[in-house]
């Protein structure tokens, strides 16, 4: 485990103690998930907010301008202090351990659904139930469509994959025949 990520958790522990103690736990995971996004898919903001030319200061103004009162005190206190320590580009992580922080200790979980067409908020939330009885804990799903898979899906819960596609059944009999030769 690197130091950075030590760090960031820390930093996520922190920041999902104070949204927790005022009641915005998942309101803050909304503005991260934003925030990261903005990050990670946006060339100009990444370059800006690495850029050695300006300032710590600058750019914590800039941040909190673009979310123009959107996001909460303690995000941009948050921000604030990333960036102001130069780990700016550790945001993503933020938000990866801030959700499984958050999780924990609310006992939820998220599933990535991936399917060959895409399913129904029905099913979705009939899948969520089932997975929700195995893991004990609420299952927050997002799909994810793979023509690859051919038919059935895989459910990512955590570490572990639950196999169902056709692609997966196909793949696990032709090593069974391949061993039985």
């Known amino acids: 485990m690197s130091l950075g990520s030590v760090a960031i958790k820390r930093y996520a522990k922190a920041l999902f103690e104070l949204a927790q103690e005022q009641g915005i736990a998942a309101e803050v995971e909304g503005e ?15 370059s800006f907010l690495t850029a050695p030319g300006i300032s710590a200061d600058r750019k914590v103004e800039a941040i909190a301008a673009a979310l123009g009162g959107q996001a909460s005190q303690i995000v941009l206190n948050t921000m604030g202090l990333l960036i102001q320590r130069g780990r700016q580009t550790e945001i993503p992580g933020l938000l990866e351990a801030y959700r499984r922080i958050a999780g924990e200790a609310l006992k939820r979980v998220d599933a990535i659904v991936t399917s060959a067409q895409p399913l129904g908020e029905e099913e979705l939330k009939k899948l969520a139930a089932r997975f929700g009885e195995l893991t004990g804990k609420t299952v927050r799903v997002k799909n994810v469509v793979d023509p690859s898979l051919l038919g059935g899906l895989t459910v990512r819960v955590g570490d572990t994959l639950y196999d169902g596609s056709l692609r997966g059944k196909l793949d696990r009999l032709s090593k069974q025949l391949q061993t039985s030769v």
């Open 32 to 46: 991260l998930a934003a925030i990261a996004e903005a990050v990670e898919n946006t060339p100009e903001i990444r």
